[in-house]
């Protein structure tokens, strides 16, 4: 057994006994002892206190100590970027947003990235050596494998550069890239559901994209683009061209702008997204009946992926999640009436609670997730002087 092995005993944070070690491991106690003195120079592993004990002096205890690496998380959108240095809990330690446009190109994104993860491991009084990983969400399809953007529509420069190479210039770790929608998934299941297993992230905003997590992993697909509900062909949509060039895709008539325009065609005034939710908060008819159908709209492609993958919860995210239960509504009249009731007996569609913080939350969970991976805790504890 190797010492990540033993590591994953403790993983889940509650602290535990050599012994108990022992006898979950089926090694000898000497063994195990090895393995956590390890573990201990490490510093991933530390004393908790003591055991409960049997006649004689207390057993100590031993948890995982999540300050002994931290990492840092970054969520890139379309005009701003937020990064953050977190502990291996996920608690957030550092935080840094500006006003960023991802179309002003990757040296310019990234470097401000790497100025302001090295400013808050100064304040953190981390050391470079204590960094154990990256995680960075980006606005567009990305291939998992490489970390490398995929002609996204909204980012000229970036189609296939190499950010963790141009990352690791400055930082030399491992650092993990995805798109926004799974970088939200995974950091609303850590925040706010993390005894969830199978969970669906919806993103309404300017397209519709969904993050899945079934058994407890996030599925991407074979070349990364699983969850692309956008585009996805709809009934109501038929005649309607959407940017992608196709006829009748979901977004081209449910995402914020195609709702906007709707609006707009009706003698409403509405720019930008915000202006539709503040419409439905303040009870426009109009507003509400538009968001409603548009609900109906993205529950006609849902029911498909509850009867296909069957999900504990949906949460619903993005700018269009503030306009409530307008739009879960329409979502649930057309779920519920298209799934099938054993998929729905327990199913809840619930908008999401951690808000714009979900993307940089998400971020940090991928990092994390790598440092106390066996791989790179064997790695690490090789490399050991």
């Known amino acids: 057994m190797r010492t990540s092995d033993v590591f994953e005993l403790l993983r889940d944070g509650r602290p535990r006994t050599r012994a108990e070690l022992a006898d979950a491991s089926g090694l000898a106690r000497s063994t195990v002892a090895a393995r956590i003195e390890i573990l201990m120079r490490m510093g991933l592993v530390a004393p908790y206190g003591?055991?409960?004990?049997?006649?004689?002096?207390?057993?100590?205890?031993?948890?995982?100590?999540?300050r002994a690496w931290v990492v840092a998380g970054v969520d890139i959108g379309a005009t701003h970027a937020t990064a953050a240095i977190a502990d291996l809990s996920g608690r957030i330690l550092a935080e840094r947003r500006a006003d960023l446009?991802?179309?002003?190109?990757?040296?310019?994104?990234?470097?401000?990235?790497?100025?302001?993860?090295?400013e808050m491991l100064v304040e953190q009084q981390r050391t470079l050596a204590e960094l154990a990983a990256i995680g960075i969400g980006l606005?567009?399809?990305?291939?998992?494998?490489?970390?490398?953007?995929?002609?996204?529509?909204?980012?000229?420069?970036?189609?296939?550069?190499?950010?963790?190479?141009?990352?690791?210039?400055?930082?030399?770790?491992?650092?993990?890239?995805?798109?926004?929608?799974?970088?939200?998934?995974?950091?609303?299941?850590?925040?706010?559901?993390?005894?969830?297993?199978?969970?669906?992230?919806?993103?309404?905003?300017?397209?519709?994209?969904?993050?899945?997590?079934?058994?407890?992993?996030?599925?991407?697909?074979?070349q990364g683009t699983a969850g692309d509900l956008g585009h996805v062909r709809i009934d109501r949509a038929e005649q309607v061209t959407c940017r992608c060039g196709n006829h009748g895709c979901l977004e081209a008539?449910?995402?914020?702008?195609?709702?906007a325009r709707a609006l707009r065609e009706a003698g409403a005034e509405v720019?930008?997204?915000?202006?539709?939710?503040?419409?439905?908060?303040?009870?426009?008819?109009?507003a509400v009946q538009v968001v409603r159908q548009a609900g109906r709209?993205?529950?006609?492609?849902?029911?498909?992926?509850?009867?296909?993958?069957?999900?504990?919860?949906i949460v619903v995210g993005g700018s269009l999640a503030d306009a409530g239960e307008s739009l879960l509504a329409g979502i649930r009249e057309v779920v519920y009436q298209?799934?099938?009731?054993?998929?729905?007996?327990?199913?809840?569609?619930?908008?999401?609670?951690?808000?714009?913080?979900?993307?940089?939350?998400?971020?940090?969970?991928?990092?994390?997730?790598?440092?106390l991976s066996p791989d790179h805790i064997e790695a690490r504890s090789l490399a050991l002087p």
């Open 50 to 66: 003591d055991g409960v004990s049997t006649g004689g002096r207390p057993p100590a205890l031993l948890a995982l100590n999540p």
């Open 101 to 118: 446009d991802v179309a002003s190109g990757p040296e310019h994104v990234l470097g401000w990235v790497e100025q302001v993860v090295a």
């Open 139 to 222: 606005p567009g399809p990305v291939e998992h494998d490489t970390g490398r953007a995929i002609n996204p529509p909204i980012m000229p420069g970036w189609h296939r550069y190499d950010v963790p190479a141009r990352v690791q210039r400055a930082f030399a770790v491992p650092v993990l890239i995805d798109n926004d929608v799974n970088i939200m998934a995974l950091g609303e299941q850590h925040a706010h559901l993390p005894d969830v297993d199978d969970l669906v992230f919806i993103k309404i905003s300017t397209g519709i994209g969904a993050g899945l997590i079934s058994g407890g992993v996030l599925q991407r697909g074979a």
């Open 253 to 259: 008539v449910a995402a914020v702008p195609a709702i």
């Open 271 to 286: 720019g930008a997204g915000q202006d539709v939710v503040a419409l439905v908060q303040g009870g426009d008819p109009l």
């Open 297 to 313: 709209d993205i529950g006609e492609v849902v029911a498909v992926l509850v009867n296909v993958i069957n999900p504990a919860v």
């Open 338 to 371: 298209r799934s099938l009731p054993l998929a729905t007996e327990h199913l809840r569609i619930v908008t999401a609670q951690a808000g714009e913080r979900a993307g940089v939350l998400g971020a940090a969970a991928l990092a994390i997730a790598h440092a």
